[in-house]
């Protein structure tokens, strides 16, 4: 099966959003308008393009294609790229890189590696920035948030003719102030803590959560691995005010076709906005 492609709403436009995931296997997710990958997961033709890559954690599932991403920007002659890491596993990610380098034979992968931590801003572009949030996971794990730097007329000068704006603005007045809207968030591995004590990161406009488990007797399961369960993420769905709600990451334990039911019955009855998935069966 290929990846799944979402073009989802925002204020900042329709959002492309294309990717695959399921616990164990790989989750990968482009966003190509900004060149962007979160979890390079799989290798996935999409992959190689994106400028920058943020890897979630190390888990295999999140970073097996790393490796095909900078080789195949390395045989492509394409410019020097972006890794985004938690900063607990720069050392190591960085001595991986180096390995598979040297294991090809050729000069170094033109990958800056940038350690990234909860709190840190990381600016994409002028108008776009990620941040980060550590999430509820059992190795140290960062979530991002995409947000976007909008300017708008100073709320004082609403009402003016246009003519008077552009006269402030020729006389050295400050006519625009800068908003920032969170266009989405992406939650990696997590269990359900995340989603109690960070009620904020469920307002941006697209929610990216996992959803592991499923079935009444998977609970335990969640639990151990830090991973959500259906049953824990039910109580937040009345009160999400994200506008879109993608849920990706369940476990093989469950055919495709299980999970859309659910979804379906459990999900979409209790979410006031737009439910999505990104799960995929991997060939
Ligand atoms: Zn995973
Ligand atoms: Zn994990």
Redesign the pocket.
Known sequence: MGLRRLVLTTSWGGLQLVGGSR??EG?VLLLPQLDLAFDPGRAVRGLPPMRTVFASHG?L??IGGLGYWASQRYLNSMPPAALLVPAAVEDDVRSLLGTLARLEGGRPYEIEVIPVDDGTRHRLRRDISLGFFSTDHWVPTLGATVTWHRRRLRPALAGLAETEIARRRLAGEEVTEEVAVDLLSYCA?SGPRLLDDRPEIAASEILLVECSFFAAGDRERAARYSHTHLEDLLPHLPRMSCRHLVLL?ASRRYRLREVEAYLDAEVRPRFPGELHHLNVDWE
Do not use: C, L, Q, Y
């Open positions: 616990a164990g989750t888990h599932d999140h591995d990451h």
